[in-house]
C-alpha cells in the first residue's frame, strides 16, 4: 500500500485531463492512468489545470516560486507530501512509487540498500 500525496499541476489545457480534441499526448494518457492506479493503491491524489483551477496554483509557495524561476516551462509540476518531486515534465511510475514508499522504521533494509 503507498501513503501519501500527489498533487499535479498542470499547464492551461483545453480540458482538465488534456485528454481531450483530435490529438491526444500521450504523457497525458500515461499520467491520468497512473494516478488513477496510485489512488486504488491508497494515495491521495489531485490534479490541477492552470485553466480550470488558477487559484491552487496561487495557493501553493512551491509552485509560485517554480513558476517564478522557471515560467511556464515549470509546468507540469509534481508535489509528494507537498515537495517537489518533478517539474517540467511528468514523473514515470516507478518516480511515484518509490517517492510514496515508505520503509517501516523498524526495518531491516536501509533505504537504496537493495534488499527491500
Known amino acids: ?16 485531463t488534456g485528454l481531450c480534441g483530435p490529438g491526444v499526448d500521450p504523457a497525458l494518457l500515461t499520467i491520468s492512468r497512473d494516478l488513477r492506479w ?3 493503491q491508497g494515495a491521495t491524489v489531485s ?4 485553466s480550470t483551477a488558477p487559484d491552487a496554483f496561487v495557493a501553493n509557495p ?3 516560486g517554480l ?3 522557471f515560467g511556464d516551462d515549470a509546468l507540469p ?3 509528494i507530501n507537498d515537495k517537489v518531486l518533478v517539474h517540467g515534465r511528468y514523473p514515470t511510475r516507478e518516480e ?3 517517492a510514496l514508499t515508505v ?14
Request: hydrophobic fraction near 45%; glycine fraction near 8%; aromatic fraction near 2%.
Open 38 to 40: 496510485l489512488e486504488k
Open 67 to 69: 513558476l517564478q524561476a
Open 103 to 116: 520503509v517501516p522504521p523498524n526495518s531491516a533494509c536501509a533505504p537504496g540498500s537493495g534488499c527491500c
Open 47 to 50: 490534479r490541477n489545470g492552470l
Open 1 to 16: 500500500m503507498l501513503t501519501g500525496t500527489v498533487a499535479v499541476f498542470d499547464p492551461a489545457m483545453c480540458c482538465p
Open 96 to 98: 511515484l512509487v518509490a
Open 77 to 79: 509540476a509534481t508535489l
Open 62 to 64: 512551491r509552485i509560485q
